[in-house]
């Protein structure tokens, strides 16, 4: 029995069950915090008093349910929407996927809301950055879920900004559906394509380990050196018709790290994917489980997920939600771009990549790019969505994006104290 062959059909038709009606096309938006202290801005650890245990307790008083994990909270929840942990304690909140921008804005704000009175409470703040502004990675501590454990021994072993990706970055990620196998290819390259358009709008990282970052993309650079078997444009993604098969391909190659076998949690380390499950039938939540081990820049569950956006804070977290509906939910922009990235390699965008991240400028042709890309992505916006991607196109016409904005403000006070770190925080007070 070819367990390999049958293995890789399971996987294929899982991403096959992602495929939804022309009308049920959704939005979904992932907004990643740093969660410091009011007037320093260091790190604080999950089980400090007034951390982000208590602080996650504190939810219950505003409606929301928490969800305890071996004794642990973990997690919240409220209606459709849900609070999730990151290694370092960063908060993550998902939003109900929607068609409409004004919900999706809606659910954000109730959040902000709650979260406002919390850290009034605790004298913590809460920031939409997208590296810590202060602390160094040795002085975050996890959080107390095992497989951080796993995946922190696994990946300081890979490369040398593993840890630091997982304790001290906070992104904001897009979820995209399709219709079938064909609108999954053009959306999953026009997206790949499009990765360092989307990295600079959204460069809101202007320190890394306490100094002013010197090039462009913090973060970006930090996914870079994670682990090539998971992160980075993944292989093949431009290179060659890339449909569910190659999908499944790429992740039955490659370890998954931690393997969930018979509903547990299994440190399988570097062992590949086809190895781990080469005897017996993979199950649908263990499937569901390996792709959740890889992040390249466009990841795909039974979605496609747009993962090179850095936190910021609103009302440009909602220009994220803008930008990709504007381009890939109208019919003749993604055309457009897909019919623009069969020009392109997976080479060819990596070394852009690099290139953008090395320097202090970004070329000139890139910037027309990107002004070219906000433009279409505006036009494919209704009317009453157009709003909410003025401001990104107000700050790139000024600044570029808020790297840029800050790191100058910072170097025309002569400081790195990072007094002006307001300028990254949600709007909170």
Known sequence: MDFYVRNKAAIEEYLKSGEKSGNELYLGLEFEHIITEKKSYKSIS???????????????????????????????????????????????????????????????????????????????????????????????????????????????????????MMKGTASIQATIDYVDENDFIKKFRAANFLTVLFSILFDNSPVFEGKIWDGNLARVHIWNNVDEDRSRVMPGALDKRFGYDDYAEYVMGKPLVISLIDDKMTYTKDVPMREVYKDRDIKAAEIEHALSMFFPDVRVKKYIELRMCDSVPYPYNLSVGALVKGIFYDDENLNYYFERSLEATDESVQSLKDKVIGSKDIPIEVLDEIKDLLKRAKDGLSEEEKRFIDPLIEMFEKNINIAKLVKSQLKARGTESFEIVSALKNQLD
């Open 46 to 164: 999950y089980f400090e008093k007034n951390g982000v245990e208590q602080i996650l307790k504190d939810l219950k008083d505003f409606g929301w349910e928490v969800v305890t994990e071996k004794g642990k909270v973990l997690s919240a929840k409220k209606g459709r929407d849900n609070i999730t942990l990151e290694p370092g304690g960063q908060f993550e909140l998902s939003t109900d996927k929607s068609q409409d921008l004004v919900e999706i804005e809606s659910c954000y704000l109730g959040f902000i809301k709650d979260m406002r009175q919390i850290m009034k409470r605790r004298d913590r703040d809460m920031l939409a950055i997208g590296y810590h502004p202060v602390s160094k990675i040795e002085d975050m501590d996890y959080i107390p879920k095992e497989r951080y454990g796993f995946m922190s021994d696994y990946l300081s072993r890979k490369d040398k900004c593993g840890i630091n």
